[in-house]
């Protein structure tokens, strides 16, 4: 059943005042709960991400020895690629789990399938803008530092602080590109970008933390000789962003909150 798209708007730019605010707290403990409840899926989805990325950064760095300079870097971008469409499959799977209670494995494939496209155009848009960004700081504190000036330091302050701005964005880019699936606009690239920068700016304090606890995660899921990458995180990672997303929507009216559970006690006649 698909959102009307009038209501998604009008929840995104205006908050509720009478809708609870979103609570980082209660996303994360969702989230692990929720990848818990699929720890075997969680494993052999993060697994398989693993084996795949390995695999092409394997035969990526044995074709850097025949490629020299900057162009050697490109090789990496299939892996990169593997690893984002498994995430849009696994993110799937777990907006399925989360909001329907039950998934399959083979929704991890249908998700991949019905978002190949726009998944892929995302991508694209969002390694480009990465890059320039990135590029940008590197440029200009590079030539501060050859040459001095405060100009020259402002501005790669200034695009350095918009490089993590967009990174901190970028977390709601898979899990809303999932997410358009049941909108009237559809998993467009545009739509996807458009309501991610207003849940990131709408929401600094939620979206910072969450940011600071998926790469502290992440570190945690590094220190045993990348075990945790493994086994865990790009599983666990989407059920996290799954919830944080789902936070917000109860935030803004467009999705209902789930009722206390009431504590099923006997009853009995008072005299």
Not at 171 to 194: F, K, T, W
Not at 254 to 268: G, L, N, S
């Amino acid at each position: 059943m698909r959102l009307p798209q009038t209501l998604y708007n009008s929840a995104m730019s205006e908050e509720k005042t009478t809708l609870p605010p979103a609570r980082l707290g209660k996303a994360l403990g969702q989230g692990f709960r929720a990848a818990y409840d699929s720890l075997g899926y969680v494993v052999a989805a993060s697994f398989g991400t693993f084996l795949i990325c390995a695999c092409l950064l394997t035969l990526a760095g044995l074709s850097a020895r025949h490629i020299k300079g900057p162009a050697g870097m490109l090789l990496i971008v299939p892996a990169m690629l593997a690893a984002w469409l498994c995430e849009v499959g696994i993110l799937y799977f777990a907006r399925k789990s989360v909001y329907e209670g039950h998934a399959m494995l083979s929704d991890t494939w249908e998700g991949i399938g019905k978002l190949l496209r726009p998944a892929i155009a995302l991508f694209a848009a969002d390694l480009a803008i990465t890059a320039v960004l990135l590029g940008d700081a590197y440029f200009f504190l590079l030539a501060f530092r050859a040459s001095g000036g405060a100009g020259l330091a402002a501005l790669g302050v200034f695009f350095a602080y918009l490089s993590l701005v967009w990174v901190m964005m970028g977390l709601y880019h898979l899990p809303v590109l999932v997410a358009q699936l049941e909108m009237e606009s559809g998993p467009r690239v545009r739509v996807v970008l458009y309501k991610s920068l207003l849940l990131a700016m709408g929401n600094p304090g939620f979206t910072l933390g969450f940011f600071v606890a998926i790469i502290a995660f992440a570190a945690l899921c590094a220190l045993p000789g990348l075990l945790g990458m493994a086994i865990l995180f790009p599983g666990a990672a989407a059920f996290l962003l799954t919830s944080a997303l789902r936070e917000l929507f109860i935030k803004y009216g467009v999705v209902e909150a789930e009722p206390d559970t009431v504590e099923d006690k006997p009853w009995r006649l008072s005299i």
